[in-house]
């Protein structure tokens, strides 16, 4: 996953879900009813009795309770799975915001003039400084953006800039641009979500004795299934028994000498 366009699917999710929080309860109630209709289901739902609460002091003001069943399901439910689902969409995601910012000079420079660009371009080098040593020259990097010949595309995203530089043969000329856009394609996104997905369906109760080395074997194995599937189990496993017996025959010597 990019990190330019993971970014405009979270920004697409959080406006969806707005939407949604609008307008889903009524097109749910809808779709609940359809399908009552198709099971001969009452599409009613039962009033209960409201709980009294007690008030330990007399100047207590009561909340007014909501006697309608399904306006305290909207209200209740409904509009606090969709709140706590936008919060948490917003708080777990907002990093990679400030990501998609510090690298933005690489994926809106047609929006730039030459002052802005050569400034953000400055900060992007700076962004990839540790003391004294430079990944890129922010000069540069800004003269050879404003070289750029025409692009087949004004909205293209940076894996497809990058391909489109290795596919005309153009890493020579921009090398600063070859570089930066090598480093905004490799970023993660997803990767930390998906190792521990990975590690919770691998070491289960029954795997716990199992140590380190074993389980990030094991996890880069379930990670990468397609290149897993193209290896050889049996040349695998005679590689491996191989080593076992040469290891074997080595301790055996060894064992002989000493009581030699």
């Not at 909207?74 to 990501?99: C, P, Q, Y």
């Amino acid at each position: 996953m990019q990190l330019d366009v993971a970014v405009d699917l979270l920004m697409k999710a959080k406006t969806s879900l707005t939407r949604y929080r609008d307008t889903g309860f009524s097109a749910a109630q809808a779709s609940a009813k359809d399908i009552c209709d198709e099971m001969n289901v009452e599409a009613v739902l039962k009033e209960k009795r409201l709980r009294s609460t007690r008030k330990n002091f007399a100047y207590e003001a009561p909340d007014e309770p909501i006697r309608d069943a399904l306006k305290r399901l909207e209200i209740a439910f409904f509009n606090v799975v969709v709140d706590t689902t936008i919060e948490s969409l917003k708080e777990r995601f907002e990093s990679l915001g400030v990501m998609r910012s510090r690298f933005g000079v690489l994926l809106n420079f047609k929006e730039l003039d030459g002052e802005a660009l050569s400034n953000q371009c400055d900060e992007f080098c700076s962004t990839l400084s540790t003391e004294d040593e430079k990944d890129i020259d922010g000069k540069e990097l800004a003269l050879e953006i404003s070289n750029l010949p025409s692009l087949p595309s004004d909205a293209m995203t940076a894996l497809q800039l990058l391909s489109y530089i290795h596919k005309k043969q153009l890493k020579e000329l921009y090398p600063n641009l070859w570089i930066a856009l090598r480093i905004v394609c490799t970023l993660p996104v997803t990767s930390a979500e998906r190792s521990f997905l990975k590690l919770k369906l691998i070491k289960t109760y029954l795997r716990s004795p199992m140590g380190q080395n074993r389980l990030s074997g094991l996890s880069i194995i379930s990670i990468n299934q397609e290149i897993g599937k193209q290896l050889s189990y049996d040349e695998v496993i005679n590689d491996f028994a191989s080593k076992k017996s040469q290891k074997a025959e080595i301790l055996k010597t060894d064992h002989a000498n000493l009581c030699y």
